[in-house]
Structure formats: C-alpha cells, structure tokens
C-alpha cells in the first residue's frame, strides 16, 4: 500500500485541559513552529475553547477540532453539543470513540456509529477511535476488537464519505500511560485496519484512508512510528499540550 496516497495528519486531543486564554497562548506559541507542516495539523479543544483557538489559528495552517458530538440535531440532551451546532461555528473536524468516552461515559460502538452518521451529516471530518483494553490484548484478541469496532463504527458509511473518515487506531493501555506500542504493533494493526476497511469498501478505497497511531505519543518515539508504511498521522494527547514537543512530531510526520 503506497503511504504517499494519503495525507498524514498530525491531530492534538487537548482532553479536558486549558482554559481559553491558557489555549490562545499554546496556539500563538506553536504557530510559527508548524508553519512549515508538510501534513494536516488540527487541535481538537474543550468545546468552551473552539473560539478562543479559531481566533489564535486564524490565518495559519492549524485547524480546530471538537472532542465529541451527540448525534441528535438538537433536543433534550443536557450537556450535549449536536455536530451541527459544530459545523455553524466553523469546525471542521470531530474526534469520536475516544476510549475515554467508551470508559468512563458508557459509549459504545452503536453509540459511536450514531454520532459518527451525525458527524458525516453535519459535513464533519471525523477522527474515529478504535483500540483494544490490555486485558484483549492479553488475551490475544486485538484483531478481533479493532476489526469489530471498525466494522460497527462505519456501518452506514458510503465508499464517497470515507473521503471524511480518519482512523485513529489507539491500544487502551497505552494511552496516557506514558506505554508507548512498539512501531511493529502500531502498524500491524493499522495494516489489519486497512484490510477491514478493503473488505468493507476496496483496497484501492482503504489505500486512501488516514490511518493514525495514538497512545503516548511523543517527541521522541514518534519519528519511529510514523515512518511505518500503515501510520499514516497520530492522535496526541499530552504532548499536543505543549508547543514544542506537538512541532517536533509535526516535523516528524513532515518528512
Ligand atoms: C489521546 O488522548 O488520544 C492520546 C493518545 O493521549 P496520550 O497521547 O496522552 O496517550
């Protein structure tokens, strides 16, 4: 599978961290150290801090992103933001499935799979989690797990709409643990990813897709893992929470 095919794209998961001014300030910080990206570079914020970063990034190559999306237009839904309301405000992009959403706020793969229609609906590029817990690991079932949440994610999903799809494969275990997948791992299951998706719609189709590696990520371990023929980009917890260290896996990605 020719990488050259596909953009990589370098996106920062800011988790439940930064205030908007606290978030101006990291963006005007990086501008300048990401300037020359050769890749996609987003920022995926708070809600509370999508204007806030717009108005930092105006006028430069980083796009901001939301961390989720309900998937009702609008409702009875307390404390839910609808993937409409996102498009209305300029975003251009969602992450969804996060392991964090499917831990600790019950989402599951139907639950996905809705807001990731609503998300395509609304006109978003969406950045879906896929990953299996260290136990599954353990236990040898890996494959099984990312090929099940993959296929359940996109069902519904057209071979035109896989277009705004980016995967971001991310092992459970190894994300804010500072335990990184060795490259090996990172890419044998992107490549696995690849064919599911090939079965799904066509390898020439898969070919196409971006398929990131997320899980403590870092300045260091990143060149590695990005130089994999099926990595194509990664989802950056921590280390998008500072400038310095999100430029050095921009550049990383950049080659
Ligand atoms: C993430 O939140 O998607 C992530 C990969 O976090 P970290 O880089 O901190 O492991």
Excluded at 64 to 85: D, K, L
Excluded at 93 to 99: E, K, L
Excluded at 117 to 140: P, Q
Excluded at 209 to 229: C, D, P, R
Aim: hydrophobic share 40%.
């Amino acid at each position: 599978m020719d990488k050259s095919l596909r953009k990589a794209v370098i996106a920062g998961n800011w988790k439940m961290n930064k205030t908007p001014d606290e978030a101006k300030a990291i963006i005007n910080e990086m501008k300048p150290l990401v300037a020359d990206a050769d890749c996609d570079v987003v920022l995926c914020v708070p809600y509370i801090d999508i204007f806030a970063a717009q108005e930092a990034a105006a006028g430069s190559n980083i796009k901001i992103g939301a961390e989720n999306c309900h998937w009702a237009e609008s409702g009875a839904f307390t404390g839910e933001v609808s993937a409409p309301m996102l498009k209305a405000i300029g975003v251009e992009y969602v992450i969804i499935g996060h392991s964090e959403r499917r831990q600790y706020f019950g989402e599951t793969d139907e639950t996905v799979n809705k807001r990731v229609r609503a998300a395509l609906d609304s006109g978003l590029t969406v950045i879906l989690c896929v990953g299996e817990l260290l136990d599954e690991r353990k236990k040898g079932v890996t494959m099984e797990v990312v090929r099940s949440q993959t296929k359940i994610a996109l069902q519904g999903v057209s071979n035109e709409e896989l277009d705004k799809i980016i995967i971001a494969y991310e092992p459970v275990w190894a994300i804010g643990t500072g335990e990184t997948a060795t490259a090996e791992q990172a890419n044998e299951v992107n490549h696995a990813i690849r064919e599911v998706l090939g079965e799904i719609y066509c390898p020439k189709c898969a070919s196409r897709v971006t398929i990131q590696y997320g899980g403590s990520m870092n300045a260091k371990n990143a060149a590695e893992l990005l130089a994999q023929e099926d990595v194509d980009g990664g989802l950056i917890g921590g280390a998008s929470l500072k400038a310095e260290d999100f430029s050095v896996i921009v550049k990383a990605a950049s080659i």
